[in-house]
């Protein structure tokens, strides 16, 4: 089974809480993204590794988001101080290519709630 | 400002005739372009692709066509098959500024059903 996978699947949060939701991307892929999925909207980028390194995080709402990936495999995205409107679904996506151009492969998602 | 749209949130075909979904773009540094099909409770899966030095690429039952002069591309499916049905993304990607991420732009999808 080597495709991306996501966990928790389902989170629910306080309003206030942190949370923490973790991508374990294909085995190998350099390439690492976060995307934000709200309701009935597509998925949007939120931020961009290649390897450890975070080459672009232009797409983070705001600094309660953070996202790291120490050692170039797994990654995971905090949320400090949740909000409703961070309610989404959470999709992490891997890819070989570095700077090509080449389809991403995409985890379950976590489905993050903030009540 | 949606940089790629997709008009028509729904769309229904029957069995085995041919579905169209189209995918309208707006930034002109866009240079390759994604369907991805997704179904509930599951990330989205690649379909197929196109480079825009390309007007047409066709992988089996589906076909991708590309029009540059009018930023439009469209998706065919044919025949089309019961479990076709599924949320269809459009996604783009070109060169951005910071010349690094190769990030995907995605539409609002398009809600395939296909009757038996």
């Known amino acids: 089974g080597a495709g991306v996978s996501q966990s928790p699947r389902y989170k629910v949060a306080k309003r206030g809480q942190d949370v923490a939701l973790r991508c374990d991307p294909i085995s190998g892929h350099v390439s690492l993204f976060w ?26 709402p705001s600094d309660r988001f953070f996202a790291e990936r120490p050692e170039g495999s797994v990654s995971t995205l905090k949320i400090q101080r949740t909000q409703q409107e961070d309610s989404a679904v959470y999709l992490c996506a891997s890819s070989s290519r570095t700077g090509g151009v080449r389809e991403q492969y995409f985890g379950p998602g976590t489905r993050l709630t903030v009540t | ?104 732009t995605f539409g609002s999808g398009t809600q395939l059903t296909v009757l038996p």
């Open chain 1, 35 to 60: 995307y934000q999925q709200a309701l009935g909207q597509g998925p949007e980028f939120l931020t961009y590794f290649q390897n450890e390194a975070q080459l672009d995080k232009s797409g983070l």
């Open chain 2, 1 to 104: 400002d949606q940089q790629v749209k997709q008009n028509s949130p729904s769309l229904s075909v029957q069995e085995g005739r041919i579905s169209i979904l189209n995918c309208d773009y707006t930034n002109s540094m866009f240079d390759y372009f994604l369907w991805y099909k997704k179904y509930p409770a599951e990330g989205p899966t690649f379909l197929i692709s196109i480079s825009s030095i390309k007007d047409k690429n066709e992988d089996g039952r589906f076909t991708v066509f590309l029009n540059k002069s009018a930023k439009h591309l469209s998706l065919h499916i044919v025949p089309s098959q019961p479990g076709d049905s599924a949320v269809y993304f459009c996604a783009a990607s070109g060169i951005y500024s910071s010349g690094s991420a190769r990030q995907l």
